[in-house]
């Protein structure tokens, strides 16, 4: 087949008339004389483009060129580099018949593709069977010698940038592994399981990068039957977001140690936010749940609000007070609460949850709410259904944690294994010997075991003694039985916290927390919010 026969037509150019019975290009040759008649005599020699072979320039070309016709795309030609890198082609056989690297590479419907429309189309780094890479370009081809067309193929070996953006890929995976696996370390492996509440939590992180987010969650008890509920956010991505979100964690949990109000601990998390570093900004809630009180006491640094569901699936939003995110300074925070009565759902979440592009975060939050209505079940429960109906799939841009808090409403035989009774302690000394019989009562009421009730009586007449000397009024006993362990907690007019110390042998006093601590599982103090403080301790039940 004579090639000078041949032209390619591409995307916005004019189909040129052949002159005579040649395959010339009559066009180009006005348009280079009249671009060089200028130069005068010495432009006599320049050739023009139809003097050029085509099969020359192909064959030069370190593209890979195959030239089809046909509708069955008979080949007419490959140059040297397509001879090279799949092997010679004989002319006049069928590219599907002869040719499987058309078929490994996708170009047979590509190339129908091209005939029908006489438009050209692309394929970008598609793989072969032996690993190697190519852009292919199918171009339609005009020849009036040809019925039914033709479609140039040139093909471009792109397998070393294949590998290097494979390469950059596999290490933006070890990246992100690294990353999700310091979140996931950071976050707690095993959630605590207060006595009083059912709580489960998810986290996933999200896929808009190879870098995870600082979401984090926790929950502790802290003792008399207490839980604090932590749900924060470090904004920024990375490595370095999540060990800061560590570093707030760990803080977190050692100033809930201290069984202060949520607006003290996030007001030293606040400074200590700053310390950590000053471009990291984090948002947080930190909650207390006490069974006696049926509610979260709360405090919010620039975080989204809680929700919680009513046992008729009402969803009520908690609202002020809220602060400024952490690191930020300057800010007195403050506490609120809401109501967590029996067969209620609290639900702490972050933006990721909520936050979508173009659209306020306050529908999200909506969304969120009308979403819980109608979720029900166990907690774990609770936190699939919330993903579902927010959209959050394993392909979501944001990362998302969430913390569902069950207040259990109990009935029948559970109900019978949790007890509440108190005793105003007044008068004076003779306040002592009235607990004693109150707590033997109440002790022996509940079905002790005799060595316990002895052991409860003991702390009670402990903890009333220890109130009446250092304590002023108003003065309460508060016993309390879970079907893990007994409470026992006196509280005062006095915010002066007892501590243990080391009683020396002619000491008359001293001695009632060393006895405490040695008798019971676990013991501490808090003080109230509305002043004076609550001295209790626990002993764990026998199974």
């Known amino acids: 087949m004579n090639f000078t026969r041949w032209s390619a037509r591409l995307p916005g150019t004019q189909r040129r008339a052949a002159r005579g019975t040649e395959g010339s290009v009559p066009a180009a040759r006005g348009e280079y004389g009249q671009q060089l008649e200028h130069l005068g005599d010495e432009t006599a020699d320049v050739p023009a483009l139809e003097d050029f072979s085509v099969r020359e320039l192909l064959g030069r070309l370190p593209g890979l060129v195959a030239l089809a016709y046909g509708p069955e795309h008979r080949i007419a030609y490959v140059n040297d580099a397509y001879a090279a890198a799949f092997g010679p082609r004989p002319a006049g056989a069928t590219v599907a018949d002869t040719c499987p690297e058309a078929e490994e590479l996708g170009l047979l419907p590509l190339m129908d593709q091209v005939l029908r429309s006489g438009k050209p189309r692309t394929v970008k780094s598609r793989r072969t069977r032996d690993g190697g890479s190519y852009t292919v370009t199918c171009l339609p081809v005009d020849s009036p010698r040809l019925d039914g067309g033709g479609v140039l193929v040139h093909a471009a070996d792109v397998t070393d940038h294949a590998e290097a953006a494979e390469r950059l890929r596999a290490s933006e995976r070890r990246h992100r592994e690294t990353a999700v696996t310091l979140q996931r ?107 006696n009180e049926g509610k979260l006491v709360y405090a919010s640094a620039g975080h989204l609000p809680i929700l919680v569901r009513d046992e008729d699936g009402t969803v009520r939003r908690a609202e002020d007070p809220t602060g400024p995110p952490l690191g930020t300074g300057g800010w007195l925070h403050a506490s609120g609460s809401i109501a967590l009565p029996p067969g209620s759902t609290a639900v702490l979440y972050t933006d990721g949850l909520v936050e979508r592009r173009r659209e306020d975060i306050d529908e999200g939050v909506a969304a969120l709410a009308r979403a819980l209505a109608g979720a029900s079940g166990t907690p774990q429960v609770v936190c699939d259904r919330l993903l579902r109906s927010l959209g959050v799939t394993a392909e979501h841009d944001d990362d998302v944690a969430v913390l569902v808090v069950q207040h259990p409403s109990r009935k029948g035989p559970d109900a019978e294994l949790f007890h509440n009774a108190a ?106 919010p509305g002043g004076g403080k609550a001295v209790w301790c626990e002993f764990a039940l026998p199974d």
């Open 185 to 291: 370390s950071l976050l707690p492996q095993e959630l605590e399981q207060p006595d009083d509440l059912r709580i489960a939590a998810t986290y996933q992180p999200g896929v808009a990068d190879a870098a995870v987010g600082g979401d984090w969650y926790d929950v502790i008890t802290l003792g008399a039957g207490r839980t604090a509920l932590v749900i924060g956010d470090v904004m920024g991505r990375g490595v370095r977001a999540a060990a800061v979100m560590g570093q707030l964690r760990t803080a977190v949990r050692a100033y809930a140690r201290l069984d202060l109000p949520p607006h003290e601990v996030l007001q030293l998390l606040d400074g200590l936010a700053a310390e950590i570093d000053a471009s990291q900004i984090a948002t947080c809630v930190y909650a207390i749940h006490d069974p």
């Open 423 to 528: 005793l105003e302690l007044l008068g004076g000394v003779e306040a002592a010997p009235r607990a004693r019989a109150f707590a033997s009562g109440v002790l022996s009421s509940w079905r002790f075991p005799v060595e316990l009730r002895d052991l409860g009586v003991l702390a009670t007449s402990e903890l009333v003694a220890n109130s009446l000397q250092h304590g002023t009024p108003p003065m309460r006993l508060r016993l309390r039985r879970t079907d893990r362990r007994l409470i026992i907690e006196v509280t005062d007019g006095d915010d002066h916290l007892p501590r243990r110390r080391r009683a020396e042998t002619e000491d008359e006093a001293g001695r009632g927390i060393s006895i405490i601590a040695t008798i019971a599982s676990s013991w501490g103090s808090r003080r109230t």
